[in-house]
């Protein structure tokens, strides 16, 4: 017995059948699409965990100028407080 019940002729018989209906030429062009479809959605994935990232990292680096210079600790040129 193999996978739930189905041995491994079965498996062999239904392959054979499957290559009889679409060819080894249309089988294997289906297999590189679905290559290239699984290719693009990791780079899809990839590129906007990196947006996230360099949005996150924008947001803290502006919080951190906006609280390292408080309006009231602001001085001009002659060492006064603005």
């Known amino acids: 017995m193999g996978l739930s019940g189905i041995s491994i002729w079965q498996l062999l018989i239904v392959l054979a059948i ?3 209906l679409f060819g ?3 089988l294997r062009t289906l297999g590189g ?7 693009g959605f ?5 590129s906007e965990e990196a947006k996230k990232e360099e949005e ?4 803290n680096l502006e919080q ?3 609280t390292a210079t408080p309006a009231s600790d602001k001085v001009d ?5 603005v």
């Open 24 to 26: 080894t030429k249309r």
């Open 64 to 66: 951190k100028t906006t």
């Open 56 to 59: 996150e990292a924008q947001k």
């Open 77 to 81: 040129q002659n060492n006064t407080k």
């Open 33 to 39: 699409d679905l290559g290239s479809m699984i290719k």
């Open 42 to 46: 990791k780079n899809s994935m990839s």
């Open 18 to 20: 499957v290559v009889m």
